[in-house]
């Protein structure tokens, strides 16, 4: 099974502030990487699929890099809305699916 | 405009079943250009993969859940279901259906119902 850690776990930060959260799955899964970010008591929404292709609608301080095994979403200003958890999932397994353990960005 | 409501008892009893339907609205399930998905979050925890069913009907489980999982769509209701088998208080979570979309073979979980908390307990 592919296994996805993220870090950090949680994170402090300001309105304003350029936010990298990194996600890194236990083997090669290509771009086959999506994240989404998830409110409290809300359902979780997609940002990004296939590494960084931008989800439409999502706002473009929103993006996604990298391939094989190490992937980045960076929030270039933080908003005040985007405050909340952020995980990755991988698909490279179209058959088995895994999610990150979740990054929780708060206000500092 | 495409939704996904989420139905089904929110107490369940250990050793029981749970079962949860997915009613979907804006959006033919039998397309072909869509795959279906259940998802679940304890409280306080993370996104947990349950399993996914594809417009062939074949289904694919989590490992750690295969043994207890069936998936199941009905395509003449516009509804997919999840039932759950020997239930403990550690399936106790927020279930959430979703539609999954495929962009050149790149799989995501695209549009999210809204969530329906199923308890476990006596």
């Known amino acids: 099974d592919i296994q996805m850690t993220q870090s950090p776990s949680s994170l402090s930060a300001s309105v304003g502030d350029r936010v990298t959260i990194t996600c890194r799955a236990s083997q090669y899964i290509g771009r086959f990487l999506n994240w989404y970010q998830q409110k409290v008591g809300k359902a979780p929404k997609l940002l990004i699929y296939?590494?960084?292709n931008l989800e439409s609608g999502v706002p473009s301080r929103f993006s996604g890099s990298g391939s094989g095994t190490d992937f980045t979403l960076t929030i270039s200003s933080l908003q005040p809305e985007d405050f909340a958890t952020y995980y990755c999932q991988q698909s490279y397994s179209s058959l088995l699916f895994t999610f990150g353990p979740g990054t929780k960005i708060d206000i500092k | 405009q495409l939704q996904l409501q989420e139905s089904g008892p929110g107490l369940v009893k250990p050793s029981e079943t749970l079962s949860l339907t997915c009613t979907v609205s804006g959006s033919s399930i039998s397309s072909s250009r869509y795959y279906w998905g259940w998802i679940r979050q304890p409280p306080g925890k993370g996104l947990e993969w349950i399993g996914n069913i594809y417009n062939s009907g074949s289904t694919y489980y989590n490992p750690s859940l295969e043994s207890r999982v069936t998936i199941s769509i009905a395509t003449s209701r516009d509804q997919f279901s999840l039932k759950l088998t020997s239930v403990t208080a550690t399936d106790t979570a927020v279930y959430y259906c979703?539609?999954?979309?495929?962009?050149?073979?790149?799989?995501?979980?695209?549009?999210w119902g809204q969530g329906t908390l199923v308890t476990v307990s006596s």
């Open positions: 979703a539609r999954l979309s495929d962009a050149s073979g790149y799989i995501y979980f695209h549009h």
């Open positions: 296939a590494a960084s």
